[in-house]
C-alpha cells in the first residue's frame, strides 16, 4: 500500500500537510494517536494534518477525520460514494479541500485533505485500501474522473 502511494505521489518531500505514517512528524504522529482509537492489529497509514481541528488520517481498516473540530471515522469497508472534491489541484491558491464520503445509509464523513501534489497521497490512501478491502467504489469514481488527466 505504502509503495502505490509513492510510486503515484510526486514531489513528496514539498507535501506540507500530507506524511506517510512512518515518515510523519512525531508530534502529529503523537496527536493523531490520541485522537484515533486504532484496534491491535489497524495500522495508521498517511494522514493530512491541516491543523488541530482539521485532519484525516487513513489506517489499514478506517478513515478518522476531524472537519472543524468535529472528529469522527467510518470504517472502509462501509463507504459507497465520494460526494464531493472541489479543488484537487489547488487552483487559485487553495491549499485545502474536503471529500465528503457517504456511507449507504447516507451519513456523509468530510475528510479535509492538503490540494496539489499531496492531494495524490489522499487519492492513492483511499483508493488503494478500497482495493484491497475488496470495496473498489472509490478507486472506479476516481479513475473514470480522472482518467487521461495529468492530476
Known amino acids: ?12 518531500d514539498e507535501w506540507l500537510h500530507t506524511r ?6 512525531p508530534d502529529v504522529n503523537e496527536k493523531l494517536s490520541l485522537n ?15 491543523d488541530a481541528e482539521n485532519w484525516t488520517l487513513f489506517t489499514t481498516r478506517r478513515v478518522f477525520h476531524s472537519y472543524e473540530g468535529k472528529a469522527d471515522f467510518v470504517f472502509v ?12 489541484k489547488g487552483y487559485g491558491g487553495q491549499r485545502v479541500d474536503f471529500i465528503q464520503l457517504e456511507t449507504e445509509e447516507k ?3 468530510i475528510c479535509p485533505f492538503e490540494t496539489g501534489y499531496a492531494s495524490m ?10 482495493r484491497v478491502l475488496g470495496s473498489d ?14 492530476v
Open 1 to 12: 500500500m505504502f509503495a502505490q502511494i509513492q510510486q503515484h505521489s510526486m514531489k513528496m
Open 20 to 25: 506517510l505514517w512512518d515518515s510523519g512528524f
Open 36 to 50: 484515533c482509537s486504532m484496534e491491535a492489529e489497524e495500522l495508521p497509514v498517511l494522514y493530512s494534518y491541516i
Open 77 to 88: 469497508a462501509e463507504i459507497f460514494k465520494e460526494t464531493q472534491s472541489r479543488n484537487f
Open 107 to 109: 451519513v456523509l464523513h
Open 121 to 130: 497521497g489522499t487519492l492513492y490512501a483511499l483508493s488503494s485500501l478500497q
Open 137 to 150: 467504489t472509490i478507486y472506479r469514481i476516481w479513475a473514470r474522473r480522472f482518467a487521461g488527466r495529468d
